[in-house]
Antibody
């Protein structure tokens, strides 16, 4: 069974940093693109970033480019999102999602940016 | 960036009725269109991938159709657990984008 478990969310002040992690199991992690998708409270889904299986290709939404960094460690079956210079509008539940089809979602971790 | 427009924003129906949801892309995305369902307080889950293929474990009452710029998700007979928000999503090109969602509510 595919499992994606996010961690690392919490309350952070504007301008602060946070690192999200996603532990993957139940599939060949090193063979799949991985993604971060977020959802602000009461809003729709917004794609944040994607990384190819060997980290060769990386994509970011314009809204986070230059502030967020996606990475992965295939030996640890883990995906990461380093978030710097956080803003109030980054407040959201962040989901770790497999594949460009977005075929398996984690339960999400809440990031709140507030003073 | 490919913009996806979903309609209607809200669909009010009774259990047993047929639901038809629409998603229109701003440019040709071939068949690279997925549908996701999100229930209140839960993570989304994939229903349909590549326009017409049901994901693992998805009941046969859910079906998808379309190609190019116009796509449809049909729920043949609504069950109580189907009342939720539905999002279309394209994977034809980055950035991946989502439609604004259609809420299917109980009439």
């Amino acid at each position: 069974e595919v499992q994606l478990v996010e961690s690392g969310g919490g309350l952070v002040k504007p301008g602060g940093s946070l690192r999200l992690s996603c532990a993957a199991s139940g599939f060949a992690f090193s063979s799949h693109y991985m993604n971060w998708v977020r959802q602000a409270p009461g809003k729709g889904l917004e794609w944040v970033s994607s990384i190819s299986s060997s980290s060769t290709y990386i994509f970011y939404a314009d809204s986070v480019k230059g502030r967020f960094t996606i990475s992965r460690d295939n030996a640890k079956n883990s995906l990461y999102l380093q978030m710097n210079s956080l803003r109030a509008e980054d407040t959201a539940v962040y989901y770790c999602v497999r594949d460009p089809r977005l075929d398996n979602w984690g339960q999400g971790t809440l990031v709140t940016v507030s003073s | 960036e490919i913009v996806l427009t979903q309609s209607p924003a809200t669909l009010s129906l009774s259990p047993g009725e047929r639901a038809t949801l629409s998603c229109r892309a701003s440019q040709n995305i071939s068949y690279y269109l997925n549908w996701h369902q999100q229930k209140l307080g839960q993570a989304p889950r994939l229903l349909i991938y590549d326009a017409s293929n049901r994901a693992t474990g998805i009941p046969a009452r859910f079906s998808g159709s379309g190609s190019g710029t116009d796509f449809t998700l049909t729920i043949s007979s609504l069950e109580p657990e189907d009342f939720a928000v539905y999002y279309c999503q394209q994977r034809n090109s980055w950035p991946l984008t989502f439609g604004g969602g259609t809420k299917v509510e109980i009439k």
